[in-house]
């Protein structure tokens, strides 16, 4: 095992706060740091996101979705093991963003060796702070099982 694997697990919240539910990876993000884990944001930019597989063994991705779902839904992906739907994830205002950093990581053979995404289903992307209300009540129990379940909590 390299010496990037030997650490907790790193939290990155992906998105936007600036566009409502678009928030909700940085709101979990910032929420999970408040507990002592090893959580960051990150805007989503795919070359970004390719830096920091390079980097970490164990990471754990949480972003908006935008599937059709109801609002609050929540999904869960062990990407190491199949590939993501690059139009869950399309909402980015980047042209390569987590799915297509991810896919290109898998082709490159640079994925992590735990790579878990988390995608929660926005309903208003719009300009705006703030979550609606059952985007933060996932993104709160999210948070509780992450927190409850990951190493490196103080």
């Known amino acids: 095992m390299s010496d990037r694997g030997k650490h907790a697990p790193l939290i990155v919240g992906i ?6 539910d678009d928030g909700v990876g940085p709101r979990v993000a910032e ?8 959580a960051h944001v990150h805007a989503g930019d795919g070359a970004g ?28 992906f062990d990407a190491g ?8 994830f399309h909402y980015s205002t980047h042209r390569f963003g987590l799915a297509e950093a991810v896919e290109t990581a ?16 926005g309903k208003d992307f719009g300009a705006g702070v703030g979550l609606t209300a059952r985007v933060e009540h996932t993104a709160l129990a999210l948070v509780a099982d992450l927190a409850a379940d990951l190493p490196g909590n103080k």
């Open 15 to 20: 998105g936007n706060r600036f566009r409502m």
């Open 31 to 38: 929420m999970l740091h408040e507990t002592g884990l090893n």
């Open 49 to 76: 996101l390719l830096d920091l597989f390079e980097d970490h063994d164990d990471i754990i991705l949480v972003d908006a979705t935008r599937s059709g779902a109801a609002p609050g839904s929540l999904v869960a």
């Open 81 to 88: 093991l199949a590939p993501l739907r690059a139009d869950m």
């Open 106 to 121: 898998r082709a490159l053979g640079c994925l992590p060796e735990k790579l878990r995404v988390y995608g929660i289903e």
